[in-house]
């Protein structure tokens, strides 16, 4: 990917938000904020620790210094917050914690991420396995899908969290915390005066990942609509600055295309019902060309909706009698 400069932002009250372009995966960038508020520097997520992810963002920190005179140093830092637990947003903490003893914040849902990371690696991992089985993959192709979910998870090192957020808080008197449930389980939006920090829960040019509920409490098609009916209730959002994509100068349209995205995304997953089909089946037809750890994202996407279609008795289970007797046979879903 070509190079990105950072883009420099200003609230209505004055504070100063530096947008610091991170290569977190080799064909992933995501955004990092810093945020400036009179003398207050907060550090808004922290890249994934991989491949390039925290030189870049050792980087960004001295060109906001070198090349915008910001007087800012790692040890001028009063928070570290993290927007929500995914590794290409909390896995550069190991780094930063070596440079900075600021206190960190993340959503109540998401601090077991963090302090107890193997555990939650583990437990995931078999709910993982769980939901391949259940989708009607086997056996080596689970073990293959599995082999890749804990690829690079398992460098990150658990850390204590010093603040949990929860929905409404103030923090520090500068971020108003929005819980915004769906992608991620303690995701956060951050409103700094008419600036919301929307993370990975509005990118309206970018393809928004969302696994199902039964695999992560909290997430979902369902919380994630619920989530960005919150945000579009929001008055006053000037500016949209989001963990992946483009600023947002409209909030509310974003939300709109967002929603028409997802409309039909669900529509694509029920018409795709019109067989009788396991989720693995579902996915294949919806998404033949993708491959590798890509396969396993669109798995998750196709349980999500199958997931959201079936919680509306909107889908009927086709081999019934098979799934009843033998929880190892994956059931074939069917538009009811
Ligand atoms: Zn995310
Ligand atoms: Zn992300």
Redesign the pocket.
Known sequence: MAPEGIIRFETAGGARIYRLPLQ?FPS?R?YVHLVLAGDYVALVDTGSGQGVSDADLRDGMERVRDEWGELVEWRDIDRIVLTHA?I??HGGLNMVRSLTDAPLAVHELDRRVIVHHEERLALSRFRMGVFLRRAGLDEARRARMLAMYSGGKNLFRSLPVDDVLHDGDLLDGVFRVIHVPGHCPGQVCLLIDDVLLT??HVLPNFSIFLSPESLTASNGVDHFLLSLRKVAALSGVRLGLG??DRPVPDLGAAVEKIEATQRQRIQRVYEACAEASTIEELTARLYPAVGDYDELLALQKVGAYVEYLDQRGMLAIANLDEVAQDDSVAPRYVAA
């Open positions: 977190v992933l995501a995914h290409d947003h993370a990975d963990g992946h």
